[in-house]
């Protein structure tokens, strides 16, 4: 079955550039996800939506960053005016329910790999 | 947030039994204890989950210790698909994001 999908899978940007990642969850999942993983390291969290309602941006690193999910299914990442630290494979992941996370399985998309130059 | 530690990498050999520690010593009683694994160049993937008493699915076994301060995610025939990056992770009633270590690499030999 189709799973969480990314695009684009590959962005290069220069230094000052505005970017959009997209993410389309499985169809029917709650809750949506967005980490941030730099090389070599594990992914780190960025940004949590139940439905349409963004529940949790503890994790966004600066205002340059903003997330949306304005129908409760696709969502954007976009960030502003990019730095080189933002060169990173962006993850997002889907999850059937909300509510109840001790439990709940995240299904993660294949990322997109970001560089700015 | 309970942490958790893992070893930075194992080996072993194709068709063996792998077993991947993971200590969280400061776990509490409604932390459940998940596993996910991270293969090369692709998103992570849920492997398996419990909260005290052991588990067994058709990817691994979690083996929890009696007093929760460890665990052990056990591969019972290890293939070389399964060369991999893995994180223990600490989930509680109200976290519903996942807070990933650097987790273990685990290689894997023909």
């Known amino acids: 079955g189709a799973g969480v999908s990314q695009s684009p899978r590959y962005k290069v940007a220069k230094r000052g550039q505005d970017v959009a990642l997209r993410c389309d969850p499985i169809s029917g999942h709650v809750s949506l996800f967005w980490y941030q993983q730099a090389l070599g390291q594990g992914p780190e969290f960025l940004t949590y939506f139940q439905n349409e309602a963004q529940l949790d941006k503890s994790g966004l690193p600066s205002d340059r960053f903003f997330a949306e999910r304005p129908e409760g299914s696709v969502s954007t990442l976009k960030i502003q005016r990019t730095q080189q630290e933002d060169s990173a494979v962006y993850l997002c992941?889907?999850?059937?329910?909300?509510?109840?996370?001790?439990?709940?399985?995240?299904?993660f998309g294949p990322g997109t790999r970001l560089t700015v130059l | 947030d309970a942490k958790t530690t893992q070893p930075n990498s194992m080996e072993s050999n194709e068709e063996e039994p792998v077993h991947l520690p993971c200590n969280h010593s400061?776990?509490?009683?409604?932390?459940?204890i998940h596993w996910y694994r991270q293969l090369p160049s692709q998103g992570p993937e849920y492997v398996i989950h419990g909260l005290t008493s052991n588990v067994n699915n058709r990817m691994a076994s979690l083996a929890i210790a009696e007093d929760r301060k460890s665990s052990t995610l056990i591969l019972h025939r290890a293939t070389l698909r399964d060369a991999a990056v893995y994180y223990c992770i600490l989930r509680d009633v109200a976290t519903d994001k996942l807070i990933f270590g650097t987790g273990t690499r685990l290689q894997v030999f023909p």
């Open positions: 992941a889907s999850s059937l329910v909300g509510g109840r996370p001790s439990t709940d399985t995240q299904y």
């Open positions: 400061t776990i509490s009683g409604t932390d459940y």
